[in-house]
Nanobody, 124 residues
Framework: QVQLVESGGGLVQAGGSLRLSCAASTRTFNDYTMGWFRQAPGKGREFVSAISRNGGSTIYADSVKGRFTISRDNAKNTVYLQMNSLKPEDTAVYRC?????????????????WGQGTQVTVSS
């Protein structure tokens, strides 16, 4: 079993940046695809980004592509989400997740372990 703890959320103005971190408590971190999802009021859980086990492949939702960058440091059991050019519509609770199947990475049912979430609020 894997425990995931997000950090780095906060309040920023539109156009600003935040870097989210997700620390995993596992010795097999490199076995997992890591993803970021978010949920805003009135919306369902939305895929944001994912990264393959070795970090060689990354995918992004169209809404964040070009603004967000996902990365991982397997030596530190940590995945990051660098968020630049933030918009008010990025406001949401962001959760990281770990999945063992190495599928598309875009679907919530591909992930087994979830963090508690960190709030990102972007003001106009």
């Amino acid at each position: 079993q894997v425990q995931l703890v997000e950090s780095g959320g906060g309040l920023v103005q539109a156009g600003g940046s935040l870097r989210l971190s997700c620390a995993a408590s596992t010795r097999t971190f490199n076995d997992y695809t890591m993803g970021w999802f978010r949920q805003a009021p009135g919306k369902g859980r939305e895929f944001v980004s994912a990264i393959s086990r070795n970090g060689g492949s990354t995918i992004y939702a169209d809404s964040v592509k070009g603004r967000f960058t996902i990365s991982r440091d397997n030596a530190k059991n940590t995945v990051y989400l660098q968020m630049n050019s933030l918009k008010p519509e990025d406001t949401a609770v962001y959760r990281c997740a770990a999945g063992p199947w190495g599928s598309s990475g875009r679907n919530t049912n591909e992930y087994v372990y979830w963090g508690q979430g960190t709030q990102v609020t972007v003001s106009s």
